[in-house]
């Protein structure tokens, strides 16, 4: 049920493989294997992809059907704002 969640939700946010590697600093292998089911997510990565995609853990390994909804999907966002999004995130990441 996770590699199909997790397809779900970056297809649902209009993402590549290649974009949410970027954005978690994972490689798109990483993601790719997850998707296809060959590699299994740490704790710690299965909280980072599920806060990346507003849903709760639960949603993403199949234990529920709920999901929390994101806040503002990226397709609603110029390409001027997700690029001042990701430019403050990898600030953020730099200093924190």
């Known amino acids: ?3 199909q969640r997790l397809k779900e939700c970056r297809l649902k946010a209009r993402l590549t ?3 949410v590697g970027q954005t978690l600093n ?3 292998s990483t ?3 997850y998707e296809n089911g060959s590699r299994k997510p740490d704790l710690d990565n299965l ?4 806060d990346f995609y507003n849903v709760s853990c639960d949603f993403l ?9 994101m806040l503002f999907p ?3 966002l110029s390409e001027k704002e997700q690029q001042f999004l ?3 995130l990898n600030l953020y990441r730099k200093y924190r």
């Open 74 to 76: 990226p397709t609603t």
């Open 1 to 3: 049920m996770f590699p």
């Open 86 to 88: 990701q430019d403050a």
């Open 26 to 28: 994972m490689a798109q």
């Open 61 to 69: 390994l199949g234990r529920t059907d709920e999901q929390t909804e």
């Open 47 to 50: 909280h980072r992809l599920a």
């Open 31 to 33: 993601i790719s294997g």
């Open 17 to 19: 493989m290649k974009e």
